[in-house]
């Protein structure tokens, strides 16, 4: 989708930022309640391998993207637009933020998780290029949590 707006700025999180991502998040649906938000973003924000971005519009911030690298491959997490800012390509920009961020480190592959029911997602990385590739993930809690779904 091409912009229909001026893009969003695009930098790292500020100590200001957290509680509006966070209520970003809320909005968008993707907070879970095994997760807490505050300690992903100061996980990202601790080391080199990861960052915290947002993109800001004169409104404030109108988009976000958790992304980082394991040494090989690349992720994101959080990705979110203001429901009242959809439809701009602001999702676009976020994700080329993340991808540039990736290349910049030298990261060849990014990969991300989209939960099954989530068709309208689906749709959005496909419309960006992403590929659906079949994968079992498995996952364990370290402290000793049940599995989450």
């Not at 100061?42 to 915290?52: P, Y």
């Not at 429901?83 to 920009?93: A, E, I, Q, S």
């Not at 994700?95 to 989209?114: N, P, S, T, Y």
């Amino acid at each position: 989708m091409a912009l229909t707006a001026p893009a969003p700025a695009i930098a790292p999180i500020g100590d200001g930022d957290i509680a509006d991502v966070i209520a970003l998040w809320q909005r968008c649906g993707l907070t879970r309640p095994w997760n807490d938000p505050a300690a992903d973003i100061a996980l990202a924000r601790k080391g080199e391998n990861a960052a915290m971005l947002v993109g800001r519009d004169d409104g404030g911030i109108v988009a976000s993207v958790l992304v980082g690298h394991d040494g090989h491959r690349g992720w994101v997490y959080y990705v979110a637009v203001d429901p009242d800012c959809r439809h701009k390509g602001y999702g676009r920009v976020i994700m080329d933020a993340a991808e540039d961020w990736l290349r910049a480190r030298g990261i060849e592959k990014l990969q991300l998780m989209v939960r099954p029911d989530n068709g309208q997602v689906q749709a959005f990385y496909q419309s960006l290029g992403y590929l659906k590739q079949e994968r079992i993930i498995y996952a364990k809690w370290l402290d000793g949590r049940e599995p989450t779904p």
